[in-house]
């Protein structure tokens, strides 16, 4: 079992759905127990069966739309998770971030894909993750929590660690390794939300880092063009959310020009790979000798290793779309080196709902995780009833990609809510337990319906992104959305919408909540040099007692 720890800051959004199906029970008997729902990066926990590095070698020509004689060798075997693997550019390195040590927190190693023992390179368990080695193999650049996060240097046989970037992610040496580039933004948050994020290129040798693309309303996932000219990202172009016209992977100068479109979008659309709507996956390694850029994409019930070309005179993908890998499991991050050899991780995740015994007056765990569903279907996104008797949830289990569903915690009982063809997302459930507000994905617009019990499902307002909380008399729910983003409540009899929080420098007002009396809203922000801040704001004070909420649970899934 992986650290749910871990788990958690693993997690990033996904999944699908949409049509109404069966009413909600009616209100249960408020339950003695007090109970707590986590914040939402927090509500969903994923218990992992196995997780490994696995190093793939190419040999021969690649057929038409997969590989041929290819040989496979796992090189990690640890118990924990381990992820995230770089090559270095000779191929005879392979640097990762595991959790293998005593004290369960991740950390970066480096080892020879040959065999022997790891290296381990850092030791603070900062959420050390995402290498990449510097071209001459000295050096690695990685993503690290510490200090407030950021993207670091260390030499790769071990040694102090030195800040290249604040709040980075993902970085990538330049070819010539005189630059780095990385992405700076919420990793929660889909590619095709303005405001989502930015792409920023570094100096290794120290100065101030330069947007790319300033153009992009966000941007994300940077790799180098094996000449080192350009750039090679995920990008969006609309003001509004959710436009399937407006997201492709583009190759974009670092030092200023025009961006020329790919075409990946609509490559992977024709070839039956779009599983999410208003989707493309992050391109992962560029391999110079086939021209190919390797990525990870959804196919059946798991993911697989995938290659297009693009080409060098016009920038757009070329040839057909090549399967590179066949087997189950969910194969990821792959990284590339000269000859064709490529690093990955592959590994088997499942998602189910937890609770937690929390002491609310102290802030600590009462008592030990308890695993509430263990299925082959996922749950993800948990909301809690306030009497902590229900849990809505959204699931691939009704064999369609998700729906919202709503489970009693004492008899687990399981009652579809909601379901179709569309992308659903986000419940969240009222303090009675009577009402599902939720997310859907209807073609190019994000929309959000409540449910009601025994009721027919209502539209409550296009084009905003979700409902984050109910208000304590259940007839107002927080919004958030808007570029940038903002916060508004929504009276559910009127469907009129009141801002509430509206901020140029604060781009992120993600899943803002009511506190006892006030509204708490939690916000990520891209100031300028792209440094990342995060806060509560209390704007709003709701009617009422102001009595303490009877739940003291936390639940994850």
């Known amino acids: 079992m992986e650290d749910v720890k871990t788990l958690l800051e693993e997690l990033k959004e996904e999944s699908e759905s949409g049509r109404f199906a069966a009413a909600l029970p009616a209100e249960a008997a408020p339950a003695r127990r007090r109970w707590l729902t986590v914040a939402a990066p927090l509500t969903v926990a994923l218990a992992a069966l196995a997780a490994g590095v696995t190093w793939w070698f190419l040999r ?3 057929g038409a739309g997969t590989s041929s004689e290819a040989s496979v060798t796992r090189l990690t075997s ?60 000295s050096k690695v650049v990685f993503r690290s929590n510490r200090d407030g996060g950021g993207v670091y240097e260390i030499p790769t046989f071990g040694g102090e660690a030195r800040l290249v970037a604040r709040d980075g992610l993902n970085p990538k040496f330049s070819p010539d390794g005189s630059q ?16 989502s994020g930015a792409v920023w290129v570094v100096p290794v040798a120290g100065g101030p880092p330069q947007r790319v693309g300033p153009n992009f309303t966000a941007a994300r996932n940077p790799i180098w063009s094996p000449d080192g000219k350009h750039l090679l990202l995920v990008g969006y172009t ?55 850029v390797v990525f990870s994409a959804a196919s059946g019930d798991a993911n697989s290793l995938f290659g297009i070309g693009i080409s060098p005179r016009t920038g757009r993908v070329s040839g057909a779309l090549q399967r590179l890998t066949t087997g189950a499991g ?52 948990v909301s809690l009833s306030n009497n902590g008797r229900y849990v809505a949830f959204s699931s691939d289990q009704s064999g369609v990609p998700s729906n919202v569903w709503i489970r009693d915690l004492v008899t687990g009982k399981e009652s579809i809510v909601a379901g179709s063809s569309f992308l659903q997302r986000f419940p969240v459930i009222n303090a009675s337990s009577a009402r599902i507000a939720f997310s859907v994905n209807e073609k190019d617009k994000r929309v959000v319906y409540v449910s009601a019990a025994g009721g027919v499902p209502e539209k409550l307002c296009e084009g905003c992104l979700r409902a984050t909380d109910w208000s304590r008399d259940e007839k ?37 909540v009511f506190t006892r009396q006030s509204l708490c809203q939690l916000y990520d922000s891209n100031r300028a040099q792209s440094r990342t801040h995060r806060g509560c704001a209390r704007r709003w004070t709701e009617t009422g007692s102001g009595e303490r909420l009877d739940h003291d649970h936390a639940v994850g899934g």
């Open 60 to 62: 021969g020509e690649r």
């Open 78 to 137: 640890d118990s924990g998770l381990t992820t995230d693997a770089a090559l270095s550019p000779d191929g005879k390195l392979v640097a990762y971030s595991s959790d293998r040590s005593l004290d369960g927190q991740r950390d970066l190693y480096v080892k020879q894909v040959a065999g022997g023992q790891p290296i381990r390179l850092t030791t603070d368990g900062a959420g050390n993750r995402t290498p990449d080695f510097s071209p001459d193999g």
């Open 180 to 195: 780095v580039a990385y992405w700076v933004g919420s990793e929660g948050v889909a590619a095709a939300v303005p405001g």
């Open 238 to 292: 609309s003001a509004k959310a959710y436009e399937s016209s407006s997201i492709d992977w583009w190759l974009v100068a670092p030092n200023g020009g025009g961006a020329v479109r790919t075409g990946a979008f609509e490559a992977l659309v024709q070839a039956g790979l779009r599983s999410v709507p208003v989707f493309v996956p992050r391109p992962a390694c560029w391999l110079t000798a086939t021209n190919t």
């Open 330 to 381: 969910d194969e990821r991050s792959p990284s590339g080196a000269a000859g064709g050899a490529l690093a990955f991780t592959k590994g088997e995740t499942r998602r189910d709902i937890w609770t937690l015994p929390i002491d609310l007056d102290r802030g600590t765990p009462k008592g030990a995780l308890e695993r509430i569903t263990q299925s082959p279907a996922n749950r993800y996104y």
């Open 476 to 512: 107002t729910l927080l919004m958030f959305g808007g570029n940038p983003y903002q916060i508004d409540l929504l009276d559910l009899a009127s469907h009129r919408q009141t801002q509430l929080l509206k901020h140029p420098k604060l781009p992120f007002a993600l899943r803002p």
